[in-house]
């Protein structure tokens, strides 16, 4: 295989490397899942508050069903029996319509109630709680009429269309079926008195209002779940994006690097200034140099206070010998304190007896008493 090829291989495989890692293949992320929350993109089906309220209300009026007409018949009998031979004045009649709307407004509470608790029910289930203003701000993006027609013929409309016809499909051949069975009862309707009319029109409707309720609410728990998938699919992620996360959340390893290196260099510099204040410096004498401090008023135990191994060590005892602290060999004592101690810490309690040697004879040189 010449050059040229091997080269153009591996420009091929670059690109396809390239290509794949741009592909949004990756599960979102935590952040990029609280972040799109924030924003107000959650997965939510608008079919199931709907189509739970919708049920609830059948429910309250199956449930209340004698309330309601005892409710309605108070009201109608008031009006024929007290109401009839009233003076229509602006002020009766306003009086006359503030007592009836009051009256009504009872009468429809437990339907009010049970739609408002199921609302906020069947939204709370799918999202929790949620308060946010992103999704009401205005935005002149949206107004946009190239994105706009484009919107209108995406598989989101699609989906969108297919559902209404399937919604409308269902709730046709279900009023079908409902009065196909009573086809034989409705010629019968002429004979039947007021009650037998009555009863039998709100049979029918909460028959017919209960079935259509079921069925969009199974529709909205399978539209629910579409709704979840298409959400994760549009928040997956590339390889890149999750790197490029993970670097914005933790900061570029690189950065971070450099910080390190630059926090090693100055406490290397503290470290090295402290040298000079050192009473003994104890080497290996190649390998490791520890330098030592006592001051009996202050400290409890010799404290270290530099600390370095090879190239280190040997810069250690270059300034010990430019600002004239003495320097000693012992090899063990040296790698034990190197070892087993660090830089601001007292020597072990097992060492003090060697320590206490090689100051004694520091001090006895500089003729010193401490």
């Not at 209340?64 to 108070?74: C, I, N, P, Q």
Request: hydrophobic share 45%; charged share 25%.
């Amino acid at each position: 295989m010449s050059g040229l090829e091997e080269r153009s291989l591996s420009f091929k495989y670059a690109m396809n490397l390239q290509l794949f890692s741009g592909e949004k293949t990756e599960k979102a992320t935590p952040k990029k899942k609280q972040d799109a929350r924030q924003k107000g993109q959650v997965a939510k089906s608008m079919e199931l508050p709907a189509s739970g309220v919708l049920l609830a209300t059948f429910f309250c009026l199956m449930m209340f069903g004698g309330y309601f007409k005892d409710h309605a018949v108070r009201l109608f009998r008031d009006i024929f029996m007290n109401r009839l031979n009233m003076e229509v004045t602006p002020n009766t009649t306003l009086l006359m319509m503030g007592e009836y709307g009051v009256q009504i407004i009872i009468m429809l509470a437990p339907i009010f109630i049970g739609a408002i608790v199921i609302g906020i029910a069947a939204n709370y289930m799918q999202i929790g709680f949620l308060l946010t203003g992103e999704g009401i701000t205005p935005k002149f993006s949206k107004i946009d009429p190239i994105k706009g027609f484009k919107n209108i013929f995406s598989m989101r409309s699609l989906v969108e269309f297919l559902k209404s016809v399937l919604k409308m499909t269902v709730i046709g051949y279900l009023v079908y079926s409902v009065l196909w069975k009573t086809k034989a009862d409705l010629p019968k309707l002429a004979e039947m008195s007021g009650d037998q009319m009555l009863s039998f029109t709100a049979s029918l409707t909460m028959e017919l209002g209960l079935k259509i309720g079921v069925v969009l609410f199974i529709l909205a728990v399978l539209d629910y779940m579409y709704q979840r998938y298409e959400h994760e699919k549009n928040l997956r992620m590339s390889k890149q994006d999750i790197k490029d996360e993970y670097k914005k959340m933790e900061g570029d390893p690189l950065i971070k690097g450099k910080i390190r290196e630059r926090q090693r260099r100055m406490a290397m510099q503290r470290m090295m200034q402290e040298v000079p204040n050192a009473d003994v410096i104890i080497t290996n004498p190649t390998h490791f140099a520890v330098a030592l401090k006592y001051d009996g008023s202050e400290m409890e135990a010799p404290q270290i206070i530099a600390k370095g191994q090879d190239y280190v060590a040997l810069r250690i005892k270059e300034i010990a010998k430019q600002n004239g602290v003495i320097t000693m060999e012992n090899k063990p004592l040296a790698r034990a304190l190197f070892q087993r101690a660090e830089i601001g810490d007292a020597i072990p309690a097992d060492l003090f007896q060697a320590v206490a040697e090689v100051l004694a004879y520091v001090y006895k040189l500089k003729g010193k008493v401490k």
